[in-house]
């Protein structure tokens, strides 16, 4: 096992003169650009353009308790093919489940090209010892997993200890091998938006390929300016190393129009090198329906009755 | 792997996303093709007249009123008899019904009113929909609560209307100071003459609509339109006070004109406003407040942030990030709802923006423009910043009213002040850090009459607003916004 430094990496104070490596983020002014991105009006061909980009990003998930084979077939399903009336529509960035499902996803989606992502380290609370974390790890990515979504250990990161969350970042980078890491920092259960730029920077500066607003366990989960703070601390990365880390929005996009938002945040935010699933994805559920609808609206000119679109 | 699933993973990633034009609609304001002046709750025919065009594409909108000293001394006197047969007298909770009935006109009609400044103006829509709607009917609200409440605003001093107030604003936000103008001066019980900006007089006049609807007694608000010429007759008239928004020059000579005269006088004039970057702000935050400090209504504020003091120590990062940010602006037509920065509001304005600029330039400052398509017609002019600015260019001294930053750097606390008062005006400042007792300390000895601390152009009627040195005298805004309009037993 690695030993945590004293100060986590990437929290040393920098000697030559330049911005402060972690800064902090002003609420008040974080909350009113977000609000202003939010009230672009997305017409036409751009809005289509964007609908079919948030198909192509979207993380299908389902993470219940009572998720069976046959539930995550049915999803596998809609995620290779979510319009099947209509064959321009893409399919799904990947199918998002727990561990015991692995299985039924990657036989479903082997060859597809939608990635099967799974939680793990003891989803959604984290709070279980670093072995049985790691272990875990390495059983979904053995069991087919392309991207494992990790939690951080909020008791750690909210007592202080950030080398313990930083470590176990590292810990389940490495279990993780060729498959991608997205790390959930739960910003619910943070409380302030300086928290999250930390634990963004935190979970960047140990190795995440991606940033993940929440476990969708709780209310409260993605909304527009915590994942402005994310992307802002994305891009201080960026700017800093060169480094390109994603960014995931879960929990509570269910409309279209929301999508929208988020996807003009994204643009303005970090620019056209980050549309695209290699860097952005949507963790939802019922949004992919929306999004449906709304480009069989904005094509044909009307609404189609929900009845018409496959509940799965 | 099917067709459909292989499109499904293409790696597309686009070279960029080009928003469809989104033009909020035209229709819903009528325009006349002439409008005379407002006297006594007529239209009288106007002498003389001239065109008002909007500015993004030099189109005529209407032929308005320039109104001769003459017809100004009538509309005086108009008010002057409003005045005493029958408005001052008005209980306060009179006077507040009809306030109350113009601010919730002017929210049910913000739409028309929002499209026809945008139009005149040139102001991005979402500027006029967001944030001057919204403020002026604001304000009506906010002195309409204290017209029945004036004894409790000013205890055992007894106040009263001082008569006929002239009132002369500028053309950045007509409507909006036309709000901050006859609101507090109709709660305290006077009666106006308010000449809108030469270049914008539209939505003044579609406000008389608004006081015919609230059934406002007539004489009480008269509107003239019209140059100069109109605003000189006005401070020449019988009026009892004069209020006035606009640029510095002008004021001193109203100044002049009414010493000795008895008149009582506001000044709202220009300014060259600090906006002070520490180290240790909110880094992001602080670029979004630097955007909208200096480019928010195409820098045609008063109180615009256009001097940016940053500390020494984060001047290169901030600069590339306010670089970076300046990009994303979309500079286009005013009506579309995405536009960020709309038109210039007039050619004389442009050519003084272009005049001083080329200034900078010349002094040799380092100018950087974001590539953008400005349109062929209209007046427009790219957002700018100017760096490596020295104290005595003229770009950092004079007022451009334009969407143009110069950026100095100081080291310490006592020298950001040191350089943020070292200027003829004192309107504005803004302070940015994380550390509460800095801005205490700061805002201490800065000599301006707002100070913001971690945000900028941020107004509320119940704050005063008003300047030190020669950007003004008088309050705007808040009980202070009352006083110049009430005569106190001595």
């Given at each position: 096992m690695a030993k945590a430094p004293?100060?986590?990496?990437?929290?040393e104070l920098p000697l030559e003169p330049r911005l402060p490596r972690i800064g902090s983020v002003d609420a008040v002014a974080l909350e009113a650009r977000a609000e202003s991105l939010a009230k672009r009006s997305i017409k036409k061909e751009a809005k289509l353009f964007a609908l079919e980009l948030a198909i192509r990003m979207i993380d299908l998930t389902t993470l219940e308790g009572a998720d069976t084979p046959g539930k995550v077939h049915a999803l596998a399903t809609k995620a290779v093919r979510p319009d099947p009336s209509d064959e321009s529509i893409p399919s799904c960035a990947a199918l998002c489940v727990y561990p015991n499902l692995v299985p039924t996803a990657v036989a479903r989606l082997r060859g597809t090209g939608v990635k099967v992502a799974s939680v793990a380290t003891a989803f959604p609370s984290g709070q279980s010892p670093l072995d049985v974390k790691v272990r875990e790890t390495e059983e979904v990515v053995a069991m087919g997993a392309d991207e494992v979504d990790m939690v951080i250990d909020r008791g750690a990161f909210l007592s202080g200890r950030y080398a313990k969350v930083y470590d176990e970042i590292v810990q389940v980078k490495q279990a993780c091998g060729e498959a991608h890491l997205k790390v959930i920092l739960e910003v619910a259960e943070l409380g302030t938006y300086d928290n999250v730029r930390r634990a963004s920077l935190l979970a960047m500066a140990a190795g995440a390929d991606f940033v993940k607003t929440s476990t969708g366990k709780l209310s409260g989960a993605a909304t527009l300016p915590v994942t402005l703070c994310m992307l802002e601390a994305i891009r201080d990365v960026h700017e800093e190393t060169g480094r390109m880390v994603g960014m995931k929005p879960a929990g509570g996009i269910r409309q279209a129009k929301q999508a929208v938002q988020y996807l003009v945040q994204l643009y303005e935010t970090l620019g056209a090198e980050w549309l695209t699933p290699d860097l952005y994805r949507i963790g939802a559920s019922t949004l992919l329906n929306d999004v449906l609808m709304q480009i069989r609206k904005e094509r044909t000119g009307r609404y189609q009755s929900p009845d018409y679109f496959t509940v799965d | 792997m099917t067709e459909l699933e292989k499109k499904g993973k293409a790696a597309l990633v686009p070279s960029g996303w080009d928003y469809a034009p989104a033009p909020e609609s035209r229709e819903i304001v009528r325009i006349d093709e002439r409008y005379g002046h407002f006297v006594g709750g007529e239209w009288l025919e106007p002498r003389e007249t001239y065109t008002t065009i909007a500015p993004a594409s030099e189109e005529p909108l209407a032929e308005v009123g320039q109104a001769t000293p003459e017809e100004v001394y009538g509309a005086i006197a108009t008010a002057r008899e409003a005045f005493e047969n029958g408005w001052s007298g008005l209980p306060g909770s009179e006077r507040a019904k009809y306030l109350f009935r113009i601010a919730r006109i002017l929210q049910e009609r913000s739409r028309e009113f929002a499209v026809l400044e945008s139009l005149n103006g040139g102001k991005p829509i979402k500027e006029s929909r967001d944030v001057d709607l919204p403020l002026a009917a604001a304000h009506f609200f906010y002195y309409a609560g204290w017209a029945d409440k004036l004894e409790y605003a000013f205890p055992n001093r007894r106040p009263r209307p001082v008569g006929v107030a002239g009132q002369i604003i500028p053309w950045n936000f007509p409507l909006l100071m036309l709000a901050w103008k006859i609101a507090p001066a109709l709660a305290a019980g006077n009666t106006v003459v308010l000449k809108p900006a030469e270049t914008t007089p539209l939505t003044a006049l579609l406000f008389c609509d608004v006081v015919r609807q609230a059934e406002l007694p007539a004489g009480v608000v008269n509107i003239v339109t019209g140059d100069g010429r109109a605003g000189a007759a006005i401070v020449e008239g019988d009026v009892d006070k004069i209020a006035f928004t606009g640029s510095t020059e002008v004021g001193k000579a109203i100044q002049r004109e009414v010493a000795g005269s008895g008149k009582r006088l506001t000044l709202e004039l220009g300014g060259k406003a600090a906006n002070i970057v520490f180290d240790d702000c909110a880094l992001d935050q602080a670029v979004e407040g630097i955007v909208n400090g200096i480019y928010f209504n195409q820098g045609h504020v008063c109180c615009a942030g256009s001097r940016l003091f940053v500390q020494e120590s984060i001047h290169d990062d901030l600069v590339e990030k306010l670089k970076r940010r300046m990009k994303t602006l979309r500079v286009g037509d005013p009506l579309d709802k995405n536009t960020d920065i709309g038109a210039i509001n007039s050619r004389a304005q442009l050519e003084k923006i272009q005049e001083l600029v080329a200034a900078g330039e010349e002094e040799g400052a380092e100018i950087y423009q974001p590539p953008c398509k400005l349109p062929e017609r209209g007046y427009w002019f790219a957002p700018t910043v100017f760096t490596n600015?020295?104290?005595?260019?003229r770009i950092a001294q004079e007022e451009i009213f334009g969407p143009v930053l110069s950026v100095l750097t100081f080291r310490t606390p006592a020298e950001a002040v040191e350089k943020a008062n070292n200027t003829p005006y004192g309107l504005s400042a803004g302070i940015w850090t994380e550390k509460g007792s800095r801005i205490l300390w700061m805002a201490e000895r800065l000599r301006a009459g707002v100070v913001w601390a971690n945000t900028f152009n941020r107004f509320d009627p119940a704050s005063p607003f008003g300047g030190y040195k020669e950007s003004g005298f008088g309050r705007e805004g808040g009980?202070?916004?009352l006083e110049p309009y009430l005569e106190f037993e001595p």
């Open positions: 004293v100060l986590a990496r990437g929290f | 600015v020295a104290q005595s260019y009980r202070h916004g």
